[in-house]
Every structure is written in structure tokens, then in C-alpha cells.
């Protein structure tokens, strides 16, 4: 079958994907994103955790990653080696900040922001990688003033880069925006006013757009990444930061408590009031959002899965596949008119759709002549696999059968432009 594409994944939080999941995105990201991310002036550290996330995305099946990695120029050049280096097709982004870091250890002044930008590109350029590009990286609209932006747009502009960022994951997050940019009516319009929705940009998330921004995205050429798991991965956040504290007080006191969880829970209460009062928005009992896949291809909008590790606990595109249906599911079961997702589609949406949300289905995503052989080799029943029995037989059934029970046990071999990338030697 052809190869998985993975359209957003933060390959700096895979030493954490599986945990640190009950916090809503905003406190999430204060309290343990940027503190693991600024660890990443660490090369050894940064090594470590690179080589095994393009390891284990390959055995998965993915042969093209759309990466965030971190601030740091030096770190994000290594991913792009890394990746290089094991044959697996990427877009490297090193992430760009400048206000709202929380921690004033993870941000950059706009200039260096705009400095070590220039600096990646014309390095990672320079290597001239035949599989690995870099992508234009403001991390989203909160963390990126309006002057960043616009100049980030400039120098993609200039390369011909890839553009990449969130959008509307969570409703705190819009509420936040409009606050940032009073000026401007929508989230779409905030990107869109700084040159930043462009027909290689893709966007994450979008639980929260209007028809009216879906319009806009389909004029612009813009993309979405669907991340089913982080979409319902973040949970319990608190209307106050005082129900926070007893939620984890309970939680710590039901566990057996001592003293490290109660302190554990004393900071969470301070972070949620300190963001809560810095952002002046409510924390809402709230998972980010389901985002409706019909709606967003009826308005044309180019769609491609996503992991999101690690607001998604898992790196398989085979997890995102199965995320996107139970998605599809839970708006059938709120709203019984709406059809959900079959397997084809997607199936469809892991491969093609993340090809063309890529802008490289001229290349990738299915066996049309002419194209790049990126491909798995697939064994539904392999000894030992998760698979015991096969009822029904076809093509079809199998492909259903491995999207839906399979893990990286069945896929036997990866290639990416024909060469072999699985097994790793
Ligand atoms: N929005 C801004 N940064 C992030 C991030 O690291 N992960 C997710 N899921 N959303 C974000
Ligand atoms: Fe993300």
C-alpha cells in the first residue's frame, strides 16, 4: 500500500507522548511543553530523542513526516539530518516565538527570531537533502507577534517554503487570539492579513472554524491537518483554577498520596491562575474540539491526518486513522443526520489527502505512473502479529483489517523513493 504521511507531528515531544494529557492546551503548554522543549540546546539530548522518533515513525509506516522541532537552530538542523540519514521524506520546521513564551527562558527576541530562521533555511538548503525540506514554523498565533509574522511570511515567500502552525484547537485559544488582534475578525484572518495562508501552508487542527474560514481556506489553497487524539487527548481543565487544585488533590489522594503530588497540585492551582490572569480567559472542562472532516471537504479544503505527538499519545498513523473514525462517530452520535467516515476514506485521507495537504501529490501518496515508490509492505497475518484469523477475504477486507487491527509487526518493509528504509539496519 502506499506510504503514511504524517502532516503534523512535534518531534520534540516524543520523550513525553503518553503522558502529561490533563491539562487543557494552554497550561499544557506552560507547564510541561516548553519546559521539556527548551532542553533542546542539549545536542546529545536532542539526538536521543530525534533518532528515536524518526525510527519509530518509519517502522509505523510513515514515510513523510511534517515536523515542528524546537527554538533551537542547531537541534532542528539535526532532525533534519536524522531524518535524512534514515531515508524517511520530511519538512523540518525550527519553531518560531516571541511573546507568550510564559517562561522567558523558551522565547526569542523578533530579530533572533528572524535571524536563526534565515540561518536554518540557508543551512538545511545548503545540504541539499534530496528528501528533507524546511518549513516555515510560527508556532501559532498567541506565541507570534503580528511583526514576526508578517516578516516570517516574507522570507517564505522568498525561499518558496512550506508553511506550517495551528489554528482554532481550542476555544480558549480563539477568545485568546481575538484579544491579540482586536483589530481582525476571525483567527483565519489573523494569518491570512500576514501573508501567511498560502497554497503550501497547512494548518493544524481548525475544531473551531466558520464556513466563512473554510471559504477562505479553500481561496487561499490552504490546508488543514486533522489530529484526532490530541483533539480529545487533553482533558480535565477547570472554570477555576481552585477546582484544578481539588481535581488533583483528589487525583493525588486516591493514588495514595504523598507529599510530591500534593506540591504537584499546589503548582498546577498557581500555573492555572497565573494563566488564567495573564491570558484573561476561563479554562473550560472542555477536550479541544471534534473536528467535522465532511464539513471541511465539502468546502474543498485540502485534508491530511496528523499525530500531533504529543498532545496525540501516539506517533502511528494508523492510531490517527482510527482516531479520525471514532471522531466521525461521536458527531453521528450528537448529530444522527451526519454520515461517518468509512475505512476509504480514511485510508484515503493517511495517504493522498496527506499528500496533497502536503502539496506533494504530484510525488507521493498513491502508484499513479511517474510518481515516487513509497510503499509498505503489508502481511495482515503474520506469525506473532496482532492478527489471528481472517474471516472474510479481498483486498479490501484485509486493508480494513490491517487499518483497523494491524500494528508495525505487520509492516514488513517501508520504502521511501524506492529505496528501502525498513528494516532499519
Ligand atoms: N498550539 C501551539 N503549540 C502547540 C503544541 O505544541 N501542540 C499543540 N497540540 N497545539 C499547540
Ligand atoms: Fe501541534
Redesign the pocket.
Known amino acids: 500500500m502506499p506510504g503514511l504521511v504524517d502532516t503534523h507531528i512535534?518531534a520534540s515531544?516524543y520523550s513525553y507522548a503518553g503522558t502529561a494529557l490533563d491539562l487543557p492546551?494552554l497550561q499544557w503548554?506552560t507547564t510541561y511543553?516548553f519546559p521539556v522543549e527548551s532542553q533542546y540546546t542539549d545536542l546529545e539530548f536532542a539526538r536521543r530523542v530525534y533518532t528515536q522518533v524518526v525510527k519509530r515513525t518509519l517502522r509505523n509506516g510513515t514515510t513523510t513526516a511534517c515536523y515542528?522541532a524546537t527554538i533551537h537552530t542547531d537541534a532542528s538542523l539535526l532532525l533534519a539530518q536524522i531524518a535524512n540519514d534514515f531515508g524517511q521524506r520530511a519538512l523540518v520546521g525550527k519553531v518560531c516565538m516571541d511573546r507568550n513564551g510564559a517562561l522567558e527562558h523558551y522565547k526569542e527576541g523578533t530579530q533572533e527570531s528572524l535571524d536563526e530562521t534565515s540561518r536554518f533555511i540557508r543551512e538545511l538548503l545548503k545540504r541539499k537533502y534530496l528528501l528533507v525540506k524546511p518549513v516555515m514554523t510560527p508556532?501559532?498565533a498567541?506565541?507570534c507577534s503580528g511583526e514576526l509574522l508578517l516578516k516570517l511570511s516574507e522570507i517564505a515567500k522568498n525561499n518558496n517554503l512550506h508553511i506550517q502552525s495551528?489554528i482554532s484547537?481550542t476555544k480558549e485559544?480563539v477568545k485568546l487570539v481575538k484579544q491579540l488582534f482586536p483589530d481582525l475578525e476571525t483567527y483565519t484572518d489573523v494569518y491570512n492579513e500576514h501573508n501567511l495562508l498560502t497554497d503550501k501552508t497547512i494548518m493544524?487542527?481548525g475544531c473551531h472554524l466558520s464556513d466563512k474560514e473554510l471559504e477562505l481556506f479553500h481561496k487561499k489553497g490552504t490546508s488543514l491537518a486533522h489530529?484526532p487524539n490530541?483533539n480529545i487527548s487533553y482533558v480535565h481543565g477547570s472554570i477555576y483554577p481552585y477546582q484544578t487544585f481539588a481535581q488533583h488533590t483528589a487525583t493525588a489522594l486516591a493514588y495514595g498520596s504523598d507529599l510530591s503530588s500534593i506540591y504537584l497540585s499546589v503548582c498546577l492551582c498557581l500555573n492555572a491562575y497565573y494563566v488564567e490572569t495573564t491570558y484573561n480567559v476561563e479554562m473550560q472542562w472542555l477536550c479541544s474540539g471534534l473536528l467535522d472532516v465532511h464539513k471541511v471537504l465539502s468546502h474543498k479544503v485540502k485534508l491530511g491526518l496528523g499525530t500531533?505527538v504529543a498532545?496525540g499519545y501516539s506517533a502511528s498513523m494508523l492510531d490517527a486513522v482510527r482516531r479520525a473514525r471514532d471522531t466521525s462517530k461521536a458527531l453521528t452520535i450528537m448529530d444522527p443526520t451526519r454520515v461517518p467516515l468509512t475505512f476509504e476514506e480514511t485510508f484515503r485521507l493517511a495517504t493522498l489527502g496527506g499528500s496533497q495537504a502536503l502539496s506533494m501529490d504530484g510525488q507521493t501518496g498513491n502508484f499513479e505512473v511517474g510518481k515516487d515508490f513509497d510503499a509498505l509492505r503489508v502481511n495482515v497475518a503474520v506469525p506473532d502479529g496482532p492478527i489471528d484469523l481472517v474471516q472474510y477475504d479481498g483486498p479490501k477486507i484485509l486493508l480494513e483489517k490491517f487499518l483497523n487491527m494491524g500494528d508495525d509487526r505487520n509492516i514488513l518493509e517501508v520504502y521511501v523513493a524506492g529505496r528501502k528504509v525498513v528494516p532499519i539496519e
Do not use: I, K
Open positions: 512535534h515531544q492546551l503548554l511543553t515542528f508556532r501559532f498567541v506565541s495551528h484547537e485559544e493544524a487542527h489530529c490530541s500531533d498532545g
